[in-house]
């Protein structure tokens, strides 16, 4: 069975800093592309960051040069560093897996487009 369970969630004061955790279980880790979302307040669900199994991240411009993804594949973890954190930042964070794509029988990295797996999300809460 696929988990995704996000931790590290919480208050912080704007300015602050957060260090979000997915563990995920039950399928191979380290070939899934994997992604953060969020969704703030009577907003639609958003891309945060995307982290390909080739290596690649993307990182949304909002939070360009504030937060950091990565992984640590021996724990099977996404991590997602949020540095200076702003009021904006307020959310549900999502963590979601997609599985690679079969193509003419090889496999290639998925992009964040479409994602096989949600974790349940977790609170982040930013006071101006």
């Known amino acids: 069975e696929v988990q995704l369970v996000e931790s590290g969630g919480g208050l912080v004061e704007d300015g602050g800093s957060l260090r979000l955790s997915c563990a995920a279980s039950g399928f191979t880790f380290d070939v899934y592309t994997m992604g953060w979302f969020r969704q703030a307040p009577g907003k639609e669900r958003e891309l945060v960051s995307c982290f390909s199994s080739d290596g690649s991240t993307y990182i949304t411009d909002s939070v360009k040069g504030r937060f950091t993804v990565s992984s640590d594949n021996a724990k099977s973890t996404l991590l997602l560093q949020m540095n200076n954190l702003k009021s904006e930042d307020t959310a549900v964070y999502y963590c979601?897996?997609?599985?690679?794509?079969?193509?003419?029988?090889?496999?290639?990295?998925?992009?964040?487009?479409?994602?096989?797996?949600w974790g349940t999300g977790i609170l982040v809460t930013v006071s101006s």
């Open positions: 979601a897996a997609a599985r690679p794509l079969l193509i003419g029988g090889s496999y290639y990295s998925a992009r964040c487009d479409v994602m096989d797996y």
